[in-house]
């Protein structure tokens, strides 16, 4: 069976940190990788997604970036949190065959202080 | 631009109660919609999911159908349970693209 893992489960860091959140699937291979956000109030936002390694795609520019260095590892990242940063993180996955249903991890909790 | 809506916002009901959650969405030119449940700091746990070539989906109490032409699912949750009480997120496809757009989701509160 396939599971999806995030780390840390709860993050507070003060503005103009770095951030690093970290995804990993595992039991799959070639899955198509996503983030979120899902702040206060708002629904699901889609940050970024990827369908190989290397491979990025942004929905919303913004401050933070993402890679993809192993096929089932996807990487969050900024250089410098803005207070708006904060909300909860999700990374979810999908195989890539014709039904395309995405599946969440646990998520992390971003608080920026 | 796709644009989904859940109605009501929130919602609650005595245990043992049949219910339903309601979703609508702006363009009808979707690959699939799916249902998720969340609890309060939790991530998303896929409930049904739906192709645009079919009506409905059943998984044990529940039962997911789909109007692609009026833009429209609904969720049926039968002899709810406290256990149900969640916040439910309808989420939909479009054809040719990987986003999934969402409703804000209907909390669902289920009295014992």
């Known amino acids: 069976s396939q599971t999806i893992h995030q780390w840390p489960a709860t993050l507070v860091q003060p503005v103009g940190s770095p951030l690093s959140l970290e995804c990993t699937v595992e039991g799959t291979s070639n899955p198509n990788l996503y983030w979120y956000r899902q702040a206060a109030g708002r629904g699901l936002q889609l940050l970024f997604y990827?369908?190989?390694?290397?491979?990025i795609s942004s929905e919303v520019p913004q401050n933070l970036s993402a890679s993809r260095p192993q096929d089932r590892q996807f990487i969050l990242s900024s250089k410098k949190l803005l207070l708006s940063d904060s909300g909860f993180y999700l990374c979810?996955?999908?195989?890539?065959?014709?039904?395309?249903?995405?599946?969440f991890g646990p998520g992390t909790r971003l608080t920026v202080t | 631009k796709q644009e989904v809506t859940q109605i009501p916002a929130a919602l609650s009901v005595p245990e043992g109660e049949n219910l339903v959650l309601n979703c609508s969405f702006t363009d009808s030119a979707i690959y699939n919609l799916q249902w998720f449940r969340q609890d309060p700091g939790k991530g998303l746990t896929s409930l049904l999911l739906i192709q645009s070539s079919q009506r409905e989906q059943t998984s044990g109490r529940l039962n997911a159908s789909l109007d692609k032409s009026s833009g429209r699912s609904t969720l049926y949750i039968a002899a709810s349970q406290p256990g149900d009480s969640a916040t439910y997120l309808c989420?939909?496809?479009?054809?040719?693209?990987?986003?999934?757009?969402f409703g804000k989701g209907t909390k669902l509160s289920v009295i014992p």
């Open positions: 989420a939909v496809r479009q054809a040719g693209s990987y986003q999934l757009t």
């Open positions: 979810a996955w999908n195989r890539q065959d014709s039904f395309y249903e995405q599946y």
């Open positions: 990827s369908v190989g390694i290397g491979q």
